[in-house]
């Protein structure tokens, strides 16, 4: 199946950092999606990019679809505490015979758990 | 905009016991989604509907779970019997079309069957 592998699975950095983080599949996707999970709430949409070489930044974060569409990374510079949360890759399942792309069963990578000490 | 409404909250329960969660999507979106979150398996893709029909049930875990959607505005999970293993958070998710924009989930039940 289409499995997404997340690294690092875990980060503690201090405020101000720059953090890196990435995933990468065997698969090909057509979109990759980059969630941020709050402690006790459902994940949020953070990223979405959709074109292989794609660069796409939101505020301090920044987003790459990588070039083989295999790979995607998540940079988030001069962190802050309310950074801290748990940050989720995802791509949807790709329908062959559809002429497009299908959201609805998205892969999720194991995400990445951020601390941020003040 | 309300955002994706869940209920309840956190759940406790005994291993035996029925357990409903609830959720109400946002206005308008026509998919919705159930998912479990673990520790050990991370997010999974229980059930999704389009238009109140049920459209992929590949991911329910076994015949104790089921899924309902009466009307737009409302879909009910449920497992009957519980058991300590369902302990999970389950969230809900809706989006407006399966070729739009990715998915609005909701805050979660926390469940925990003891």
């Known amino acids: 199946g289409q499995q997404l592998n997340q690294s690092p699975q875990s980060m503690f950095i201090q405020e101000g950092e720059d953090v890196s983080m990435n995933c990468t599949s065997s698969s090909i996707f057509n979109t990759w999606l980059w969630y941020k999970q709050d402690p006790g709430e459902g994940p949020v949409l953070l990223i979405a990019?959709?074109?292989?070489?794609e660069l796409t930044s939101n505020g301090r974060l920044t987003a790459q679809f990588g070039i083989t569409r295999k790979d995607s990374f998540l940079n988030i510079s001069a962190s802050i505490p309310s950074d801290v949360g748990i940050y989720f890759c995802?791509?949807?399942?790709?329908?062959?015979?559809?002429?497009?792309?299908?959201?609805?069963?998205?892969?999720f990578g194991q995400g990445t758990i951020l601390t941020v000490h003040p | 905009d309300a955002g994706v409404i869940q209920s309840p909250r956190h759940e406790v329960t005994e291993m035996g016991q029925e357990v409903t969660l609830r959720c109400k999507p946002i206005?308008?979106?026509?998919?919705l989604f159930w998912y479990r979150q673990t520790m050990m398996r991370g997010l999974e893709l229980l059930i999704y509907f389009n238009n109140n029909v049920p459209i992929d049930d590949s991911g329910m875990p076994e015949d104790r779970f089921s899924a309902k959607m009466p009307n737009a505005s409302f879909s009910t999970l449920k497992i009957q019997p519980s058991e300590p293993r369902d302990s999970a958070v389950y969230f809900c998710?809706?989006?407006?079309?399966?070729?739009?924009?990715?998915?609005?989930f909701g805050n979660g039940t926390r469940l925990t069957v003891t």
């Open positions: 995802a791509g949807p399942l790709i329908l062959p015979n559809a002429g497009g792309t299908s959201y609805g069963k998205l892969t």
């Open positions: 990019l959709y074109k292989a070489g």
């Open positions: 206005s308008g979106h026509d998919y």
């Open positions: 998710a809706s989006s407006p079309g399966l070729w739009s924009s990715p998915l609005h």
